[in-house]
Structure formats: C-alpha cells, structure tokens
Nanobody, 119 residues
Framework: QVQLVESGGGLVQAGRSLRLSCAAS????????MGWYRQAPGKQRELVAA???????NYADSVKGRFTISRDYAKNTVFLQMNSLKPEDTAVYYC?????????????WGKGTLVTVSS
C-alpha cells in the first residue's frame, strides 16, 4: 500500500508561482512512477505531469514550459513547480503514484490540494 499526502496549494495571483509537494509512505519496494493530475470544476481529471523512476517526464501541452516536475527519490517525494500561473490552472491537484513503469500513474492517489489562481 502507498499513502500520498500533498501540500503547497493555495491562492495566488496570475503570473506568480507555487510549488506542490507530495510525499509517499507505506509498504512498498519501489515506486516507479509519480505524477500530478488536476480537476477543475465541471471538468474531467487530466494529467498535468508525470515522472518515472528513470526520470522520463510527460507534460500536458497546456503546462509545457511553465511547470516542472521533479523527484527526491530517496524521500519518495515528487514536486511540481508551477510558474507563470494562469486562472485556467485553477483546480484541485492530485498526486498519483504507480508501482509500474508508466507515464500515466494511476494506481494510488492523494486527497488533493486546491490551487486557485486569481486574475
């Protein structure tokens, strides 16, 4: 089992930055993939960014060049640095993890952290 706890959400003005963190704990040998999804009101959950054990990354087109995903492999923690935030980035951001090698981690989920970007 893997437990994921997100932190770092909040209210920010457009153009500013936020950094999300997600720490994994539990009973596992290796978490292969970690990532971030988001869900805005009335919309489906979508992948924002993901990173594998070998540091391969995957980004949604809408965040390329603005968001950066990274990992602290020793601490089983994944980060999402979000720069140049836009109002359309407003959503609940969910951390995800998978024990298999995938750029679409979906096996385990955090409870989410709200990011609100004001114009």
């Amino acid at each position: 089992q893997v437990q994921l706890v997100e932190s770092g959400g909040g209210l920010v003005q457009a153009g500013r930055s936020l950094r999300l963190s997600c720490a994994a704990s539990g009973t596992f040998v290796t978490i292969n993939a970690m990532g971030w999804y988001r869900q805005a009101p009335g919309k489906q959950r979508e992948l924002v960014a993901a990173i594998t054990l070998s540091a391969n990354t995957n980004y949604a087109d809408s965040v390329k060049g603005r968001f950066t995903i990274s990992r602290d492999y020793a601490k089983n923690t994944v980060f999402l640095q979000m720069n140049s935030l836009k109002p359309e980035d407003t959503a609940v951001y969910y951390c995800a993890a998978d024990l298999v090698n995938t750029l679409l981690p979906r096996e385990y989920w955090g409870k989410g952290t709200l990011v609100t970007v004001s114009s």
